[in-house]
């Protein structure tokens, strides 16, 4: 039950056998803000971290190939020189 004292931090999805799954929300950003946040980055990291989030929650990575998220990991930290 979502009340005040207790709230619902996570979506109830009826799964298989009639258990609960708990999903953690992953809200889609409106267009709007996603091209401001783009027009706002200041690196090349920056950017890749933001479309990455996108297509994250548009569902873009359901069907990587192996070793793909490890290099989209590696490209979303900013490195020294």
Excluded: Y
């Amino acid at each position: 039950m979502n009340t005040q004292s207790n709230p619902k931090t996570f979506h109830e999805v009826p799964g298989l056998c009639s258990s609960i799954m708990k999903i953690a929300p992953n809200p889609i950003v409106p267009g709007q803000k996603f091209h401001q946040q783009l027009m706002a980055a200041k690196s090349k990291a920056q950017v890749i971290d933001i479309l990455c989030t996108r297509g994250s929650s548009m569902g873009w990575f359901s069907d990587m190939p192996e070793g793909l998220w490890d290099k989209l990991v590696n490209l979303r930290t900013t490195q020294k020189q």
